[in-house]
């Protein structure tokens, strides 16, 4: 390298001194002044500093050019030495000007070479983003990753990607020069557990340098520069890889959110059809079970006339298990309603009472056999709710304590304020059979079944409190269920809070 | 069986249900007719002789409300809606437009019979012109010349309001009465529908009549509909 310069400088030297001696001497020989000849010695040192790369070889060139001038120009001739005094003056300001000029000369050069340098990287960084703006998916990404760190750094560059749901994958899109391959990375566990624990910004293995790409919460790849001996990157290599890595990193998660969003999409859209499958089955199966409902109690009521127990027990039978088909199917549409999330927004001020009146009302017309004592609070309470929809959650509640009593026994319901967390708060106990303890926790899980015998009707705990509880959440309150102390009974507690939005 | 001499329509389009509520009302020696739409309802109403409608709001043919209108035209008829229990605001409109009453699907034929019986007796009183001055429903006893209701004999302080509401109930005994009357029957035309005014007066009048204003036997709430003394 250095020799070359030395070369280099060696020969434009040479040769430009030979010139500026030859016009010299046609300038003596034709009589012209002296001043002529330094002028163009000057020029000619300012040409070799604008030939010469190295800053040195232009300040050597500089002195070079003043000697030879003394050498040829000055008496006596031929020597380096000098009669007239005055001389070293012209002397000293010719190399001091030549100096001056070669430094400002290599400056410039400098700097051109670097606005040279920084534009290519920009001119880079510009395409990769470009580029990386019209990419749909995390594969073009890494070829266009790939192919640009490799061509600005002339030597192979490799990227791991993470697939859909974030998790690193083994193989990775490796490339050098124009080729193109797919590499699987050794040592996976390896590999993915340094990334995983890397404080520094790279991991340095025997072969690669790994870089990993982190968005802003989880790592979205990793960038692989592999290691040439004798070819360290250097600081400004460096710092494009960090921009790389940057607009890598943005492109790769603005992937992730769009893939994301579209699961999500297909997600909401199978949910949505679902539920309109589950709504309009529900809703065809209202109208055949009424007629059901109907006509056996018809026969009923004839079988009373005839006095036949045999065809009055089995007609019971039907319109009870039809009942409870016809409960469960209002169960479902109430569900799929409130997951679409449309009647979550019905609240009104009712009337406590009220709407407990019309439940019981409602309740023991059909179920009579249950004592039910009602408490509420002596002054009217007024609470924001869906009437429709707690006089469900009532009737559940209810259904499921007729369920775990025997006849005669009791269902108490009570109802008062707290006005400490200004909620209103119902209890609905029954002294009838507890719930087995490793049920408990699953009460409120969608078609739950309990394993324990004896219960009366439906083993099934299907969908009654399960909807209780999507009522009662999206009225902003809560319901759990406990057994009593001693095991004798069961307690369901639910709250409504008092302050709600309240929609006209 | 009793026999009867009434013919009620049926206007339904679930001949399935149609067919069981005929079975029903023929149990109790009623005499049916059967329309699977609202036109042939409508016709079957002008060519025979009909003592009751009972009418699906869900026709396939009209909307049920615009049938009601259509009867309300040129007949007191009594008419008993039938419709979705979720169906609140269809049914106070139905009431609002001039049905008597309404049923809730699934009912039991129990339940059917008791409103076509209170519709009919509600007939009979309109007919029969005769000016009561004292009513009965259980332990309560309404004094209307003297404006005072007993209950087991013993004199209940009622407010002018709480009196007009309670003979308003007395009136209708039995049938349901949207918030909507009640609240332009005491209150005037204008008053519009805020319904707080009335659960409040409704919930002092409860306080004094009722043993206990959430389990009531008198005065039961159809939610979202209106209000019934209870008969029977």
């Given at each position: 390298?250095?020799?070359?310069?030395?070369?280099?400088?060696?020969?434009?030297?040479?040769?430009?001194?030979?010139?500026?001696?030859?016009?010299?001497y046609?300038?003596?020989?034709?009589?012209?002044?002296?001043?002529?000849?330094?002028?163009?010695?000057?020029?000619?040192?300012?040409?070799?500093?604008?030939?010469?790369?190295?800053?040195?070889?232009?300040?050597?060139?500089?002195?070079?050019?003043?000697?030879?001038?003394?050498?040829?120009?000055?008496?006596?001739?031929?020597?380096?030495?000098?009669?007239?005094?005055?001389?070293?003056?012209?002397?000293?300001?010719?190399?001091?000007?030549?100096?001056l000029?070669?430094?400002?000369?290599?400056?410039?050069?400098?700097?051109?070479?670097?606005?040279?340098a920084?534009?290519?990287?920009?001119?880079?960084?510009?395409n990769?983003?470009?580029?990386?703006?019209d990419?749909?998916?995390?594969?073009?990404?890494?070829?266009?990753?790939t192919?640009?760190?490799?061509?600005?750094?002339?030597?192979?560059?490799?990227?791991?990607?993470?697939?859909?749901?974030?998790?690193?994958?083994?193989?990775?899109?490796?490339?050098?020069?124009?080729?193109?391959?797919?590499?699987?990375?050794?040592?996976?566990?390896?590999?993915?557990?340094?990334?995983?624990?890397?404080?520094?910004?790279?991991?340095?293995?025997?072969?690669?340098?790994?870089?990993?790409?982190?968005?802003?919460?989880?790592?979205?790849?990793?960038?692989?520069?592999?290691?040439?001996?004798?070819?360290?990157?250097?600081?400004?290599?460096?710092v494009?890889?960090?921009?790389?890595?940057?607009?890598t990193?943005?492109?790769?998660?603005?992937?992730?959110?769009?893939?994301?969003?579209?699961?999500d999409?297909?997600?909401?859209?199978?949910?949505?059809?679902?539920?309109?499958?589950?709504?309009?089955?529900?809703?065809?199966?209202?109208?055949?079970?009424?007629?059901?409902?109907?006509n056996?109690?018809?026969?009923?009521?004839?079988?009373?006339v005839?006095?036949?127990?045999?065809?009055?027990?089995?007609?019971?039978?039907?319109?009870?298990?039809?009942?409870?088909l016809?409960?469960?199917?209002?169960?479902?549409?109430?569900?799929?309603?409130?997951?679409?999330?449309?009647?979550?927004a019905?609240?009104?001020?009712?009337?406590?009472?009220?709407?407990?009146?019309s439940?019981?009302?409602?309740?023991?017309?059909?179920?009579?056999?249950?004592?039910?004592?009602?408490?509420?609070?002596?002054?009217?309470?007024?609470?924001p709710?869906?009437?429709?929809?707690?006089?469900?959650?009532?009737?559940?509640?209810?259904?499921?304590?007729?369920?775990?009593?025997?006849?005669?026994?009791?269902?108490?319901?009570?109802?008062?304020?707290?006005?400490?967390?200004?909620?209103?708060?119902?209890?609905?106990?029954?002294?009838?059979?507890s719930?087995?303890?490793?049920?408990?926790?699953?009460?409120?899980?969608?078609?739950?079944?309990?394993?324990?015998?004896?219960?009366?009707?439906?083993?099934?705990?299907?969908?009654?409190?399960?909807?209780?509880?999507?009522?009662?959440?999206?009225?902003?309150g809560?319901?759990?269920?406990?057994?009593?102390?001693d095991?004798?009974?069961?307690?369901?507690?639910?709250?409504?809070?008092?302050?709600?939005?309240?929609?006209? | 069986?009793?026999?009867?001499?009434?013919?009620?329509?049926?206007?339904?389009?679930?001949?399935q249900?149609?067919?069981?509520?005929?079975?029903?009302?023929?149990?109790?020696?009623?005499?049916?007719?059967?329309?699977?739409?609202?036109?042939?309802?409508?016709?079957?109403?002008?060519?025979?002789?009909?003592?009751?409608?009972?009418?699906?709001?869900?026709?396939?043919?009209?909307?049920?409300?615009?049938?009601?209108?259509?009867?309300?035209?040129?007949?007191?008829?009594?008419?008993?809606?039938?419709?979705?229990?979720?169906?609140?605001?269809?049914?106070?409109?139905?009431?609002?437009?001039?049905?008597?009453?309404?049923?809730?699907?699934?009912?039991?034929?129990?339940?059917?019979?008791?409103?076509?019986?209170?519709?009919?007796?509600?007939?009979?009183?309109?007919?029969?012109?005769?000016?009561?001055?004292?009513?009965?429903?259980?332990?309560?006893?309404?004094?209307?010349?003297?404006?005072?209701?007993?209950?087991?004999?013993?004199?209940?302080?009622?407010?002018?309001?709480?009196y007009?509401?309670?003979?308003?109930?007395?009136?209708?005994?039995?049938?349901?009465?949207?918030?909507?009357?009640?609240?332009?029957?005491?209150?005037?035309?204008?008053?519009?529908?805020?319904?707080?005014?009335?659960?409040?007066?409704?919930?002092?009048?409860?306080?004094?009549?009722?043993?206990?204003?959430?389990?009531?036997?008198?005065?039961?709430?159809?939610?979202?509909?209106?209000?019934?003394?209870?008969?029977?």
């Amino acid at each position: 390298m250095v020799k070359r310069l030395m070369v280099k400088g060696t020969l434009t030297f040479v040769g430009i001194m030979s010139v500026s001696t030859v016009v010299g001497y046609l300038f003596k020989v034709l009589g012209f002044p002296e001043t002529n000849i330094v002028i163009v010695y000057l020029l000619a040192i300012q040409v070799m500093a604008w030939i010469n790369e190295n800053f040195i070889m232009g300040i050597l060139s500089s002195i070079g050019a003043t000697l030879t001038f003394n050498y040829f120009f000055t008496e006596p001739y031929l020597t380096l030495s000098v009669h007239d005094p005055s001389y070293i003056i012209t002397f000293i300001i010719m190399t001091f000007s030549s100096i001056l000029t070669s430094t400002l000369t290599s400056q410039v050069k400098r700097n051109a070479a670097l606005a040279k340098a920084r534009e290519k990287e920009t001119a880079v960084l510009y395409n990769l983003t470009n580029q990386l703006t019209d990419a749909m998916d995390s594969k073009s990404i890494s070829e266009i990753v790939t192919r640009n760190l490799s061509s600005f750094l002339t030597r192979g560059v490799g990227l791991v990607v993470c697939n859909e749901s974030g998790v690193l994958q083994h193989h990775f899109i490796y490339q050098e020069g124009a080729t193109k391959v797919n590499r699987e990375i050794e040592d996976f566990d390896n590999f993915y557990e340094s990334i995983r624990s890397l404080r520094s910004p790279y991991y340095a293995s025997e072969t690669f340098m790994d870089y990993p790409i982190n968005g802003r919460t989880e790592l979205l790849g990793v960038l692989r520069i592999p290691i040439i001996p004798g070819n360290v990157l250097d600081q400004k290599q460096q710092v494009l890889i960090h921009s790389f890595i940057e607009s890598t990193a943005l492109a790769l998660e603005r992937i992730r959110i769009t893939e994301q969003r579209s699961i999500d999409r297909e997600v909401a859209n199978q949910e949505r059809f679902r539920s309109t499958l589950l709504r309009s089955i529900s809703h065809d199966l209202r109208t055949p079970l009424a007629s059901i409902l109907g006509n056996t109690e018809v026969l009923i009521q004839m079988a009373k006339v005839t006095d036949s127990e045999v065809f009055k027990n089995t007609l019971e039978g039907i319109h009870d298990e039809a009942n409870w088909l016809y409960h469960m199917v209002e169960n479902i549409l109430s569900f799929t309603k409130l997951q679409e999330g449309k009647l979550a927004a019905r609240k009104q001020l009712e009337l406590v009472e009220e709407v407990v009146g019309s439940v019981i009302e409602r309740f023991s017309k059909n179920t009579s056999t249950r004592n039910i004592e009602v408490k509420v609070p002596e002054e009217p309470l007024y609470v924001p709710m869906d009437a429709k929809l707690i006089e469900q959650v009532l009737i559940n509640i209810l259904d499921n304590a007729h369920k775990h009593t025997e006849e005669k026994d009791t269902i108490q319901l009570n109802i008062y304020l707290d006005e400490s967390k200004n909620e209103m708060v119902c209890s609905i106990r029954n002294d009838g059979s507890s719930i087995a303890k490793s049920d408990l926790p699953h009460l409120f899980e969608l078609f739950y079944s309990a394993q324990k015998q004896g219960v009366k009707g439906k083993n099934n705990f299907g969908l009654g409190l399960p909807i209780c509880q999507a009522i009662i959440h999206a009225h902003g309150g809560t319901i759990q269920l406990h057994n009593l102390e001693d095991e004798k009974g069961v307690e369901v507690l639910f709250t409504l809070p008092m302050e709600v939005e309240i929609d006209e | 069986m009793n026999e009867r001499t009434e013919y009620i329509l049926i206007i339904e389009d679930d001949h399935q249900i149609s067919r069981f509520i005929s079975y029903a009302l023929e149990l109790e020696g009623y005499k049916t007719k059967n329309a699977n739409t609202a036109q042939g309802g409508l016709s079957m109403l002008v060519t025979e002789k009909i003592s009751l409608v009972l009418l699906d709001l869900g026709l396939p043919d009209f909307d049920g409300l615009e049938v009601i209108k259509r009867i309300r035209e040129w007949s007191e008829i009594p008419i008993i809606v039938i419709s979705a229990r979720d169906a609140d605001k269809e049914k106070a409109i139905a009431l609002d437009q001039g049905a008597d009453d309404f049923l809730s699907k699934p009912f039991s034929a129990v339940e059917l019979m008791a409103r076509i019986r209170v519709a009919f007796r509600h007939v009979i009183r309109k007919n029969s012109f005769e000016m009561r001055t004292t009513q009965t429903v259980g332990e309560l006893l309404m004094d209307f010349d003297k404006r005072i209701l007993f209950k087991s004999s013993q004199e209940v302080h009622l407010t002018p309001l709480e009196y007009q509401l309670m003979v308003l109930l007395f009136k209708n005994v039995g049938k349901v009465i949207t918030n909507r009357m009640i609240l332009s029957e005491i209150w005037g035309h204008n008053y519009g529908t805020d319904t707080q005014v009335l659960r409040t007066l409704m919930a002092g009048l409860r306080r004094k009549i009722e043993e206990n204003p959430a389990k009531p036997q008198y005065i039961i709430t159809e939610i979202g509909v209106g209000y019934r003394l209870k008969d029977e």
